[in-house]
């Protein structure tokens, strides 16, 4: 004999008229809320505080902006800018005798152009242009690195 009844159970009917009354229900769109409408102004005067009110935050919006940049171009290192002198590159290969002002993750951008340009066979802005892994193959190969 089969355990399955035919008829459905009092609790299985109380689900299944749930479902069909849900299915039968319209469901509100989901649209956003109409924005509400601006009140009239009702005089000149409130015009002008307003402007006068949006002039005030766009300068101090500048100044914040000023100061950002003032702070971040303070933060530029020195070793960050070109070379004002140059060396040869067996200087360069020797970290030892170099001053202390030469960065030397960057010994290639102390080479004279004529001279980059001869060991590296491309001018520095080429060179920058390569990928990193690149680079540091060719800084390798000549010491450098």
Same mark, same amino acid.
């Given at each position: ?12 009917? %109380? /689900?299944?008229?749930?479902?069909? =009354? &849900? ?7 989901? +649209? @956003? *809320? ?29 100044? %914040? /902006?000023?100061?950002?940049?003032? =702070? &971040? ?7 960050? +800018? @070109? *070379? ?62």
């Amino acid at each position: 004999r089969s355990s399955y009844n035919s008829k459905a159970s009092k609790p299985d009917k %109380a /689900i299944d008229d749930a479902k069909a =009354q &849900s299915t039968t229900q319209q469901k509100a769109p989901l +649209l @956003p *809320p109409k924005p509400q409408q601006q009140q009239s102004r009702s005089s000149g005067a409130s015009v002008k505080s307003e402007i006068t009110a949006r002039k005030k935050k766009k300068t101090s919006n500048l100044a %914040a /902006i000023n100061g950002k940049l003032s =702070q &971040s171009l303070s933060n530029i290192r020195t070793s960050d +800018l @070109p *070379p004002q002198e140059f060396y040869t590159i067996e200087q360069l290969r020797d970290a030892a005798r170099l001053p202390n002002t030469c960065n030397l993750l960057t010994r290639e951008l102390y080479l004279s152009p004529q001279e980059f340009q001869q060991h590296f066979h491309m001018t520095q802005e080429e060179f920058q242009k390569q990928p990193k892994w690149k680079r540091d193959k060719a800084k390798r190969s000549l010491g450098l690195f």
